[in-house]
């Protein structure tokens, strides 16, 4: 591997490292039953949503939707939360679910992931949003969101596109342009569910919050 790609990786992981840690001493996690049993919910939602990924046979292309129940995250558990749900997810998918992969790549999408939600979790902070388990603030809540996802995309379409363009050294934008095409707007079209993710939550509970599933099995088979 081309040892400036391998510094990337690194220099992904690292920053990665230091947003959880920062994270975790300026916004510690609630440690109620509540915020675990939230957890747990949404870890197993984004663990699923990894597996129901979409392929787009027009150009090859794949997209998962685990960003849906990890935006969700940001809205019942804020950004701490949502990194935690984020990192264990793709932790799980990346060494379990998916080991023909090599460990440099794990580990970069692992950490590009991670800095995506931690990212777009302090824009929604920074914005006046407000996570919550118990209320589903939809007016309050709508305009950081936006700013979130934007945020979310962009630093997860933006590293990629670095990556790419400095393995075959090919201009930042042409990159940016191959790896999203339709992607980026199916994707971003469809981060609203995240807002039905944490209102189902909210509003009925555990096994309700599963509903969410299936426009998203939908679009699996919808799309092979």
């Known amino acids: 591997m081309d040892p400036r790609v391998k510094r990337t990786i690194f ?42 990924y979409l392929r787009f046979t027009e150009t ?15 809205l019942l558990l804020g950004p701490t939360g949502a990194v935690t749900v984020t990192l264990l997810s793709e932790l799980i998918s990346g ?16 950490s590009q992931l991670v ?25 309050s809540s709508l305009a950081p969101f936006l700013v ?27 990159a940016w342009r191959r790896i999203t095409g339709g992607l980026i707007v199916f994707d971003i079209a469809m981060s609203p569910l995240a807002f039905l993710v944490a209102f189902l939550y909210t509003q009925y509970g555990v096994v309700a919050v599963f509903l969410a599933m299936i426009p998203l099995i939908g679009l699996r088979y919808s799309y092979g």
Request: no cysteine; charged share 15%; hydrophobic share 55%.
């Open 11 to 52: 220099a992904t992981t690292l920053a990665a490292a230091v947003l959880v840690v920062a994270l975790y001493v300026k916004y510690p996690p609630d440690l109620t039953v509540e915020s675990f049993i939230a957890f747990g919910t949404l870890l197993a939602l984004s663990t699923l949503a990894m597996m129901l």
């Open 148 to 174: 979130a996802v934007l945020a979310y995309f962009a630093v997860n379409t933006g590293t990629v596109a670095f990556i790419v363009s400095v393995s075959e050294r090919t201009p930042f934008l042409e």
């Open 60 to 74: 090859g292309s794949t997209t998962s939707m685990d960003f849906v129940p990890e935006l969700g995250a940001i």
């Open 95 to 110: 060494f379990f679910l998916y080991r023909e992969k090599s460990v440099l790549k794990k580990l970069f999408n692992i």
């Open 115 to 139: 800095l995506a939600v931690g990212v777009a979790g302090l824009m929604f902070r920074w914005s006046g949003g407000v996570e919550s388990l118990d209320t589903f603030r939809f007016q």
